[in-house]
C-alpha cells in the first residue's frame, strides 16, 4: 500500500464517519447533543463517540465526556479501513518533525467532518444548532477548542463553551 495523502485520509475518514454516525442516528433515535471523532495525543487514528439527552439523564458532571458516554467508539468496524491508511502512514516517533504529521492527520479529520456537516449530516437550522461536532485530541488541549470553533455554528457552542473549552 502507497502512503495516502491527506485527501485520502479524509476522504476514507469522511465514508467511516458517515457510515457509523447514520447508523448510530438511525438506531438510536435520540437527541443526540455531543459527536466527536477522538484522537490520541499522537493523533493514531479516531474513533467516534457521542452523547444523546436521553443517556445523559441529568448527569451533568460527564455530560462533554467521551470516556463516559454511551456510544464511545460507536461501529469501530467501520474505522478499520481508516486505521489501515493511518498504519500506512510515519509513525508518530519515527522521524524529526512529527508535528507536520500530527497537523495533516488532524486536517483530515477536520476536513472530513466539515464536509459531512456540509452534507446535513447533522441537521441544518435550530437543528444544527443542538449538536456540538468536534475533533478532539486526549487528554484535550486548546486546540480543541480551536477546531469546535471552526466546525459549529457559534449557537451550537455556548453549553460547550462555558462548561468544557479548554
Known amino acids: 500500500m502507497s502512503m495516502p495523502d491527506e485527501s485520502e485520509l479524509a ?3 469522511g465514508v467511516a464517519a458517515e457510515r457509523a454516525i447514520g447508523r448510530l442516528f438511525r438506531e438510536q433515535p435520540e437527541s443526540f447533543y455531543y459527536c466527536s471523532l477522538i484522537t490520541t495525543g499522537e493523533a493514531h487514528a479516531p474513533f467516534l463517540a457521542a452523547w444523546s439527552v436521553e443517556k445523559l439523564a441529568g448527569r451533568k458532571e460527564i455530560k462533554w465526556s467521551y470516556a463516559d458516554c454511551p456510544y464511545c467508539d460507536f461501529s469501530p468496524e467501520d474505522f478499520e479501513a481508516v486505521r489501515k491508511l493511518f498504519a500506512a ?9 512529527c508535528s507536520a504529521e500530527y497537523e495533516l492527520r488532524l486536517r483530515a479529520m ?54 468544557a473549552a479548554e
Not at 502512514?89 to 518533525?97: K, L, V, W
Not at 443542538?130 to 449557537?155: F, G, K, Q, S
Open 89 to 97: 502512514r510515519p509513525a508518530m516517533d519515527s522521524f524529526a518533525d
Open 110 to 163: 477536520e476536513a472530513a467532518l466539515r464536509r459531512l456537516d456540509a452534507k446535513g449530516i447533522f441537521g441544518s437550522g435550530p437543528e444544527r444548532n443542538r449538536i456540538v461536532v468536534n475533533v478532539e485530541v486526549m487528554p484535550p488541549d486548546h486546540t480543541n477548542t480551536e477546531r469546535a470553533l471552526r466546525l459549529n455554528p457559534l449557537e451550537a457552542l455556548g453549553e460547550w463553551l462555558a462548561e
Open 11 to 13: 476522504d476514507a475518514i
